[in-house]
């Protein structure tokens, strides 16, 4: 990219998009934000300029755009497994209608790159459940059977954009995120994801209390931090890869072994308790990540325990404990 180029990240109010934007900026491009509302844990600093805007109106998703070069499409619904199992309509709807605007705007308005952030939801349920276990390939998506409407979304989504490319000439960039983590996050709601969420609840829990895992904690994930996850973007975007290309690490570690890294971190001792009515997802989700270290010359930087020790020190911050 070229430090004079205009940039777009929509859903810049979140977790990823107010990462990417310093990211971005600090290496000298212009980066204009978009969402429903400010970020929470940076400042307006963080960007040459900042819209509220609703992109679920096209009208709107035309105003971002305008003097636009390169579009970085992050605006989604999203968050933890209870949140998109308990709004899985609102979530097709809405996440759906803000893709297509975006596709359709950033034709109209001569965008000459779109990335995409996709999820490694779209990947099929038997790949990831017992007996049959392995890191996720790109080429694993199909043929195609997402645990849930938000991957099946995910899914829709790349082949929309792959369609709006061949047809209409739009260049796209697809990643598919592997569980992003890292500080300034929400901690206290249903959109907090498990390194953040599980945090809270050691430090709430204190020396010698209980804490409330879903499932029996054997279920296994790959974490990525947000630091690694940007400069993937970053590396992918710059590239002449159109395929979709996974960014996760192969830092795959147990719930409950995540919990006994988070109280190591704090250094106290809790009790478990598992909670086997609760919604548990996939056995276990793995990433292989070997077309984006051959492809992009890029891999993980950030261990799983130092962002970990990042989060703790953040949620210590946001209890005042």
């Known amino acids: 990219m070229k430090r004079s180029e205009k940039i777009l990240i929509t859903g810049a109010g979140g977790f990823i998009g107010h990462h990417l934007a310093r990211y971005l900026k600090m290496r000298g491009y212009f980066v204009r934000g978009v969402d429903i509302e400010y970020p929470q844990f940076s400042t307006l600093d963080d960007f040459s300029q900042f819209k509220l805007l609703d992109i679920r109106s096209f009208r709107n998703c035309m105003e971002a755009m305008q003097d636009i070069d390169k579009v970085y499409a992050l605006a989604a619904l999203n968050g933890s497994i209870e949140y998109t199992t308990k709004e899985k309509a609102v979530l097709v709807r809405d996440n759906t209608t803000i893709n297509l605007n975006t596709a359709e705007a950033a034709v109209r308005s001569h965008v000459k790159r779109l990335f995409y952030s996709s999820s490694a939801c779209v990947y099929p349920v038997w790949k990831q459940m017992e007996g049959n276990i392995q890191p996720l390939r790109e080429e694993d998506s199909y043929p195609a059977l997402p645990d ?174």
């Open 148 to 321: 849930s409407e938000y991957g099946w979304e995910k899914l829709y989504s790349e082949r929309m954009y792959k369609s709006y490319e061949t047809d209409f000439g739009l260049d796209v960039r697809i990643a598919r995120f592997f569980n992003i983590y890292g500080p300034e996050s929400l901690i206290d709601t249903l959109k907090s994801k498990a390194p953040m969420a599980l945090t809270k609840k050691v430090i709430e829990a204190g020396n010698g209390g209980t804490v409330q895992i879903w499932g029996d904690g054997q279920q296994v994930r790959s974490f990525c931090h947000v630091d690694d996850c940007c400069e993937g973007i970053y590396l992918l975007m710059k590239s002449n890869i159109n395929e979709p290309v996974n960014l996760g690490t192969s830092d795959h570690v147990s719930i409950n072994e995540l919990v006994d890294m988070i109280t190591k971190i704090e250094g106290i001792k809790i009790k478990k308790e598992y909670q086997m009515d609760k919604i548990q997802g996939v056995r276990a989700r793995l990433c292989d990540f070997t077309k984006a270290e051959k492809l992009l010359r890029w891999t993980r930087k950030v261990t799983l325990e130092k962002g970990l020790k990042e989060i703790n020190i953040f949620v210590h911050k946001q209890l005042g404990k």
